[in-house]
């Protein structure tokens, strides 16, 4: 039998885990989960956007000079909704680098790869 492939949650909180522990400045935007109506209306009032990415890095490397957004993706399966990659592309146009990751460790690789 195969190992189980770890959730999304825990994707998140090993990416966290290793931004913690090399004093990046970062957030992580939580936007998902279920809501009541009122709540929902209420965050979009207060400038949640549909699409936004799981996490920004603040921190900025010559490749990446004004700060990084991840979009975090579950190992297998998981796809990039049209709002999140509309997201991308806008933070793309005003010089984000942005990655789509497969998992934490997917992620971890592409941030050193830039520099973190």
């Known amino acids: 039998m195969a190992p189980p492939v770890p959730s999304e949650t825990s994707e998140h909180l090993a990416l966290a885990s290793w931004l913690d522990r090399r004093g990046i400045f970062w957030e992580h935007v939580p ?16 400038g949640a956007r549909a699409g936004s990415p799981d996490f920004r890095v603040y921190d900025q490397k010559p490749r990446a000079p004004v700060g990084v957004a991840v979009e975090m993706k579950r190992l297998r399966g998981g796809k ?10 806008e933070l793309e146009k005003r010089g984000w680098t942005v990655y789509v990751a497969r998992g934490a460790d997917d992620a971890i690789q592409w941030l050193v790869a830039l520099g973190y």
């Open 31 to 46: 936007n998902g989960g279920s809501r009541t109506q009122r709540s929902g209306t209420q965050m979009r009032a207060l």
């Open 80 to 89: 990039s909704s049209k709002e999140q990659n509309h997201f991308l592309v």
